[in-house]
């Protein structure tokens, strides 16, 4: 079996259509922006698996800027005024060589509010947090699972990784720059327990929260392709919320913020879904796709339109490579995520 990981630039290719890179958009006013699927952190419930020690993993993605930015134009102005820019992904945001130019070009786009992104932040240093400052960058959530040491260390299954790192940084943040952190740690019944109350105390403490809630706690839910410890069950969301009220008395501050929408998210139209679930098309494979057997490939009738062109996963047991043709029927297009199984192929 072929063990080694290849990484594909990818430009000249849909930007809509898979979760490895580009745009995801879920009928809100809210658009996700995945520039690329690195990370350098293995977490022991990361929910798609990401890290270098992943096996399962025999690609990763990263996208051409210029590419990114052109798409999300259109996106943008299907959806109109008012549109949040989240940029996150399968990895880790912060390791994008181009983040700051990406943060510039997103703010510049008519109609974009807000432009945030998800992050551990550790791989920051100040200058860069000013750096997004400057560029335009409204909110970072941080995600944060451990103050202690040693279990964060675990927890992110890398002995590297230090949240004082990140707890620092996001306390510069908040205090020297216009940028807001919000922290979001994954509460991972019977492990970090504890660690729950001492994270929302030092986001009281560090003055997080400066125009959105400082705290938002989230439920562990385990994920079929994703990193599942050993011995920790989900809580069902009754109990969830129930632990999250304990700790809002515990701590006399609030964590419960349902029916309140503090970050403005609201309904939008939904992209066009030019293919759907059931469809057979047409496709060419151009590389790998993130997880085994999977292959990226963009369907053979392209119309040189960000908001109509589509990526695809295709799942072959039979290996494929860049330029190979198939005949795929598509079994999953949630969000306009297309999944889809090869059935004949032209090699």
């Not at 952190?41 to 890290?51: H, P």
């Not at 509010?113 to 400052?133: C, K, N, P």
């Not at 030092?202 to 990193?227: D, E, F």
Request: hydrophobic residues 40%; charged residues 30%.
């Amino acid at each position: 079996m072929e063990r080694r990981r290849e990484i594909y630039f990818l430009d000249g290719v849909p930007q809509v259509g898979t979760r490895y890179y580009g745009i995801v958009d879920q009928g809100t006013n809210v658009v996700e922006v995945r520039p690329t699927s690195l990370c350098p952190l293995n977490c022991v419930f990361c929910s798609v698996a990401a890290g270098p020690l992943e096996g399962r993993r025999w690609a990763d993605f990263t996208v051409k800027k210029d590419a990114l930015v052109d798409a999300l134009k259109a996106v943008v102005r299907y959806k109109g005024d008012g549109v949040e820019v989240h940029i996150d992904g399968m990895g880790e945001p912060a390791v994008y060589s181009d983040l700051v130019d990406l943060v510039q070009d997103v703010k510049s786009i008519r109609g974009v509010s807000v432009a945030s992104m998800q992050s551990r932040m550790f791989t920051l240093t100040e200058r860069s947090v000013e750096e997004l400052a400057e560029a335009g960058l409204d909110r970072i959530n941080l995600s944060l699972d451990a103050v202690d040491p040693p279990l964060a260390a675990r927890l992110a299954n890398a002995g590297y990784y230090d949240p004082r790192r990140a707890m620092a940084l996001a306390e510069y943040a908040v205090r020297n720059t216009s940028i807001d952190v919000v922290v979001s740690p994954v509460w991972l019944p019977g492990v970090n327990d504890d660690q729950m109350p001492k994270i929302a105390r030092w986001a009281k403490a560090a003055g997080l929260g400066k125009r959105w809630p400082p705290v938002l706690i989230q439920k562990y839910i385990p994920h079929r392709r994703g990193r599942n410890p050993r011995g920790v069950k989900a809580v069902d969301w009754g109990a969830f919320w129930s632990r999250i009220r304990a700790w809002e008395a515990q701590l006399g501050m609030k964590l419960d913020w349902r029916g309140e929408n503090p970050f403005g998210v609201e309904r939008r139209a939904e992209l066009p879904k030019p293919i759907k679930a059931g469809q057979r098309i047409k496709v060419r494979i151009v590389g790998r796709g993130v997880f085994r057997n999977e292959y990226l490939a963009v369907s053979n009738r392209l119309a040189d339109d960000p908001l109509i062109d589509r990526a695809v996963t295709v799942i072959s047991e039979k290996p494929l490579k860049p330029g190979d043709e198939a005949v795929v029927k598509v079994f999953e297009d949630e969000d306009n995520i297309l999944m889809a199984r090869a059935e004949v192929v032209f090699l």
